[in-house]
């Protein structure tokens, strides 16, 4: 069984930065793409970014120059560092990876629960 449980969230000033962290637990082979995404409220999840196994990374318009993703394999932890944090940035932000629990099997895609971040103005 996996499971990303995600830490971090909380509530800022506007301006102010949060670091998000994902742990990826349970029996891992190996993790593909990890990903970030975010629901704001009254609205649909959204991509914020995401980094591929060899550390290519994207990221969505709204966060790019602000937003950092980055990942530590060998602790299978992926990390969000936020910056000059916007009241728009506020909502729910979810870990997502692609794992692979054995040697040749298929990658599977799994979520964490989420964490709040709300940016007050």
């Known amino acids: 069984q996996v499971q990303l449980v995600e830490s971090g969230g909380g509530l800022v000033q506007a301006g102010g930065s949060l670091r998000l962290a994902c742990a990826v637990k349970g029996s891992i082979f190996s993790i593909n793409v990890m990903g970030w995404y975010r629901q704001p409220p009254g609205k649909q999840r959204e991509l914020v970014a995401k980094i591929t196994g060899r550390g290519s990374t994207n990221y969505a318009d709204s966060v790019k120059d602000r937003f950092t993703i980055s990942r530590d394999d060998a602790k299978k932890m992926g990390y969000l560092q936020m910056n000059s944090l916007k009241p728009e940035d506020t909502a729910v932000y979810y870990c997502?990876?692609?794992?692979?629990?054995?040697?040749?099997?298929?990658?599977?895609?799994?979520w964490g629960q989420g964490t709040q971040v709300t940016v007050s103005s």
């Open positions: 997502n990876a692609e794992v692979r629990t054995y040697f040749g099997g298929p990658y599977g895609d799994y």
